[in-house]
């Protein structure tokens, strides 16, 4: 972000002070946009860094809107920066009132019916709060003031989880609970993390004006999936072509009991536009898939397994001696990527000497607590994230880590996070549905990176469709199924 921000600088007729009442008024017009300024007054926390100066410079563009504003700065006991100053003197001759916070001093007297902003510390957040921060954070959190934070919730460090949490609650990063959080151009890691989400509040990125020719001149690690990359990789179905060409897809699903979950990732898998679909299933319960998905073939004899495009693995399988000396036939005998899921990845994590076995690039699709079985615990979210790369890159798999915002880390180092999808899809059977994509995806001629990369992006997307139709508490994973279609169009088009 701070390469980004000099790029900036330098490469466009902006300077940094330009730069930061970019910043400001973008934070002031959407909160003219939005409820916040049906409210009277304000206070704002400011630190010395140039978080800091954002929060100067709201305060003088709300005073110019006739709001009652508050400015307490925090005194770090050093100079504020530069561009810091330069607001100081600019609020200087304005009505705000400004007051200044010693270590050891009172704690403030604030508006009790006013909305905080707080703009103690952004991406420079280099350790814990500790101190008269620490006590003013916790200030804040008590108020009972809704709190709008500036870039970041202030003691929360740009890449990190807050966690974790003490037995009190408390996490190892005490941060400011916002009920909103204005963030600049692009998504901080620790935006992503479902253990921070209770402190960022709602996120809304504001572009601020920094480069676009930056971006295009790197190649970062870690970046967002969206729809602009979703639609780059999608390929148009010839119409000259038969079923033939698309792929013909096999998934090791079901199993006693949970049938359920083989037709789900079937149903997926067909509507990812592969040409045919096997289930190797238990012969018991024929009926149940023929009836459930007359589309598919079942297989319930030897499997030929490299007669297949794409092999998934693992919706429903359960745990079973059969399922274990199937996965180990499977195995021995394939050597392209393929997917795995669910109990193939809890089978995976107690035969560990399968793992040399698993070809390069096959896409595992653990949720948290699978993948900490497979890779030990994290102590947070990040950790896991970390490890997540780590392992991608050593075992040369591709990790869809799954959650609010799924992680995909690929075997080269670089790594992704989806930015569609909702919490109504977290209901039992959508992991399912996601590995009936990925697979019919790579049966239908995509690598398995981008096939990892449009299947999230599309599940996600199915999911945004499903819970406006059905609202937040209602989605089935039978509706995401039924919305593919409408995900691949919006992307099509
Ligand atoms: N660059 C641009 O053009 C633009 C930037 N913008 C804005 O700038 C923000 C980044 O500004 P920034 O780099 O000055 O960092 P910021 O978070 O304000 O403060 C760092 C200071 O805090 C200190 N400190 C750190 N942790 C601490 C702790 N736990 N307890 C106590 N102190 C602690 C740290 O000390 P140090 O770690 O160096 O000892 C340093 O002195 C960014 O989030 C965005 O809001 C926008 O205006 C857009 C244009
Ligand atoms: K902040």
Redesign the pocket.
């Known amino acids: 972000m701070?390469d980004w921000?000099a790029f900036t600088?330098s490469n466009l007729p902006i300077s940094?002070i330009d730069?930061?009442e970019n910043?400001a008024r973008a934070c002031v017009t959407w909160l003219e946009d939005h409820e916040f300024l049906y409210s009277e007054k304000f206070t704002i926390f400011c630190?010395?860094?140039?978080?800091?100066?954002?929060g100067l410079a709201i305060a003088r563009l709300l005073g110019e809107r006739n709001k009652k504003v508050q400015v307490f700065i925090l005194e770090?006991g050093?100079p504020g920066?530069a561009d810091f100053q330069t607001n100081l003197q600019r609020l200087h001759g304005s009505e705000v009132d400004i007051q200044y916070l010693q270590e050891g001093g009172d704690l403030p007297e604030i508006f009790p019916d006013s909305w905080i902003i707080d703009a103690l510390?952004?991406?420079?957040?280099?350790?814990?709060?500790?101190g008269r921060?620490e006590i003013l954070i916790d200030f804040i959190n008590r108020s009972g003031c809704p709190v709008c934070s500036?870039?970041?919730p202030s003691?929360m460090p740009a890449d990190f989880s807050i966690g974790p949490f003490n037995s009190e609650g408390q996490p190892y990063f005490p941060s400011v609970r916002a009920k909103v959080t204005l963030s600049?151009q692009s998504y901080k890691p620790a935006l992503l993390f479902a253990e921070n989400a209770a402190y960022t509040g709602l996120v809304h990125l504001l572009d601020?004006g920094l480069s676009s020719a930056f971006l295009k001149s790197t190649d970062p690690d870690f970046e967002g999936v969206d729809q602009e990359m979703a639609s780059g990789i999608i390929e148009p179905r010839s119409p000259f072509a038969h079923k033939g060409n698309f792929g013909h897809a096999l998934l090791i699903a079901g199993s006693v009991g949970k049938m359920g979950a083989a037709l789900l990732a079937g149903k997926a898998c067909l509507r990812a536009g592969c040409g045919l679909l096997t289930f190797q299933s238990p012969e018991t319960e024929r009926s149940i898939l023929q009836t459930g998905l007359p589309e598919a073939m079942l297989l319930t004899g030897h499997i030929d397994a490299n007669y297949y495009r794409s092999i998934g693995c693992g919706p429903g399988l359960g745990q079973s001696a059969a399922a274990a000396t199937l996965l180990e036939q499977i195995l021995n005998e394939v050597k392209r990527p393929m997917v795995w899921d669910a109990d193939a990845i809890n089978l995976l994590a107690v035969q560990t000497e399968w793992q040399k076995k698993i070809p390069p690039f096959t896409i595992l699709t653990p949720h948290p607590k699978e993948f900490d079985r497979l890779a030990g615990i994290s102590i947070n979210e990040s950790e896991r994230w970390n490890s997540a790369r780590a392992l991608a890159i050593s075992k040369q798999w591709i990790i869809i880590l799954k959650g609010h915002h799924t992680l995909i880390a690929m075997p080269g180092g670089k790594a992704y996070f989806n930015t569609s999808g909702n919490a109504a899809m977290a209901k039992g059977g959508s992991g399912d549905v996601l590995t009936g994509l990925l697979t019919g995806l790579i049966a239908r001629g995509y690598t398995p990176e981008k096939a990892a990369l449009l299947g999230v992006w599309l599940h996600g997307r199915a999911g945004d469709f499903a819970a406006s139709e059905w609202g937040m508490e209602s989605v089935l994973a039978g509706d995401i199924i039924d919305q593919i279609g409408n995900a691949f169009m919006e992307i099509s088009s």
């Open positions: 701070r921000d600088i940094s730069l930061m910043a630190g010395k860094g140039n978080n800091g100066g954002d770090f050093q920066t510390l952004g991406t420079g957040t280099s350790r814990p709060a500790t921060l500036i870039d970041l003691g600049f601020i």
